[in-house]
């Protein structure tokens, strides 16, 4: 197991906040905190704020991402967003089939391996999150669920689009409720997606995959879930929020 075969890669997910010129203020703040980073720095921010997060990031080393893709080029798909759209405003990086999806917008394994191929095709960088709820998790169907939506997400996916697939290990029960995994928790719910990649594509291909962990991840104990061996990042919601925070993460990335 090498840590060095991979990227350290720090997302902030931003969700559904921030107006357009909020974002491009938090971006301005950020720049310089994180300028000197030692991982990828990557904020997927909602469809709207992307021209004024694009600007705003211009120059910097941080990439611009969304929170979602439609599967489809084009066509009649009220409210979604395709592809090109968004590779077209500047993004590189996009979100699929991350538990509030899947929770309230009837995001299913087929559509997240549909989104994720969506994303790939057109060279962006998927971040496909995979996580087990709570009741899931006390049945002790953790490894089952991982292995299982990891592999439905990655369907149809070549060894050579895999370079342009990171995992995020998000269990649905510590998103936004403050309540972290522990450090051993994520480097197992990481380890069980790795094996299921090496079980796809073999073990030296799944040590090169990034595996991010997810779940009020903060500046508090980022350093301790980074230093796990399997996890290589971190997907970050309420903490990406807020600058210092945000920069607090990604410097412990970077160790
Ligand atoms: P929180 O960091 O707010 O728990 O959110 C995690 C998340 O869902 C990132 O995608």
Known sequence: M???LRKAVIAGNWKMNKTPAEAAALISEMKPLVADAGCDVVLCVPFIDIPAAVEAAKGSNIAIGAENIHFKASGAYTGEISADMLTEAGVKYVVVGHSERRQYFGETDQTVNLRTLAAVNAGLTAIVCVGETLEQRELGYTETLLKFQTKMALTNVSADQ????IIAYEPVWAIGTGVTATAEQADEGNGYVRA???EMYGADVAETVTVQYGGSMNAGN???LLGKVNVDG???GGASLKAQDFSVIVKAAGK
């Open 2 to 4: 090498n840590k060095n």
């Open 162 to 165: 895999l370079k342009n697939i």
């Open 196 to 198: 299921a990649i090496a």
């Open 222 to 224: 980022a350093e301790e």
């Open 234 to 236: 971190g997907l970050i």
